[in-house]
């Protein structure tokens, strides 16, 4: 299979100091192991476009995205929230982390790759229609299927989010569209608060006990994503690849490993073979032990590319 590798150095100029887990070291981690690993060297490698501001305006009301350009510093930064800054180049970085994903989505569509990464930052499914919260500011993936669905006249667009954090941004931008389907694990009770009870036909929680690992994770998966899935039949697949309820990272307490996220993957594959031509764009989203971020994204590379999980 092609599996295309996007980014942007605008990426990592964004920057919210120096104690700050969502920092650019991430993505350094990421593609230090990728390419110790020789998996880079696999992948067709490009680099993001900005993303325009119509493409933004489909997902971000108008008032949102005018506070973010006036609040946008020109030194220092600027806090939205108590863990979310701004710096001067936060925005660029946004834009070229969105402008990823509508490239992703091209790719597929246009029979350039089989599937996409986009090691992106700053993360997105956080941020919602109108604000932005837990490190996002531009929802990347909805900005995606919004790009899908104008471009390509897909009608159906599943979302699967293994981030250890629920994507509250995603849910309140799709809640009661029923063109998109949405699948999010998370630790339970945990950060974002929101959204957590609440019940539509197309958002599919699925919530784990802290402590929670590979076994539980795949079982309440396959009980409740498989089925959602086949009753949906996606003619696109978008992933929040979220790698932070890795055993190791210091943000939750899952105990997932890499072979949890090789697997998870494999399935989320599957579903696009049966349903969707092949068609799976993967966004990252959270991982904060830099150590374990690196391994698991090789893992996830490993499925997209068609390896087994152990070999290069």
């Not at 020789?38 to 995205?65: D, F, I, K, N, W």
């Not at 036909?201 to 802290?210: F, G, Q």
């Not at 073979?273 to 391994?295: K, P, T």
């Amino acid at each position: 299979m092609i599996t295309a590798y996007i980014t942007h150095p605008d990426c990592m100029r964004h920057f919210m100091g120096p104690s700050h887990p969502e920092s650019p070291k991430r993505l350094e981690a990421i593609r230090a192991r990728l390419a110790l690993s020789g998996v880079l060297t696999h992948t067709m490698q490009s680099e993001a476009q900005p993303v325009t501001a119509q493409t933004l305006a489909r997902v971000h009301c108008p008032q949102y995205l005018e506070m973010l350009a006036t609040r946008s510093p020109q030194q220092g930064l600027s806090e939205l929230d108590a863990e979310t800054h701004m710096n001067q180049d936060t925005l660029a970085a946004a834009g070229v982390a969105a402008g990823a994903v509508v490239r992703g989505v091209d790719q597929v569509f246009r029979h350039q790759a089989d599937n996409v990464f986009c090691a992106v930052r700053p993360p997105g499914h956080h941020a919602e229609r109108c604000s932005a919260m837990g490190f996002c500011f531009y929802n990347n993936v909805a900005i995606g299927v919004a790009h899908a669905r104008q471009r390509y006249d897909v009608e159906r667009i599943a979302v699967l989010d293994f981030d250890v954090h629920q994507g509250n941004g995603t849910i309140d931008i799709f809640k009661d569209d029923p063109g998109v389907l949405v699948c999010s694990s998370f630790q339970s009770p945990f950060y974002p608060w929101r959204y957590q009870d609440d019940t539509w036909d197309n958002i599919i929680n699925t919530p784990l006990s802290a402590g929670a690992g590979g076994h539980e994770f795949r079982h309440r998966v396959e009980n409740q994503w498989l089925p959602a899935l086949q009753a949906f039949k996606p003619q696109l697949i978008m992933l929040s690849a979220g790698f932070d309820a890795h055993r190791d990272d210091p943000m939750a307490s899952l105990n997932l490993v890499e072979a949890d996220y090789y697997w998870v993957t494999q399935l989320a594959l599957d579903i696009a073979r049966i349903y969707a031509e092949g068609r799976l764009v993967s966004v990252l989203e959270g991982g904060y032990h830099l150590d374990a971020l690196g391994s698991s994204v090789e893992a996830h590379l490993k499925a997209l590319l068609g390896f087994p999980l152990g070999d290069p």
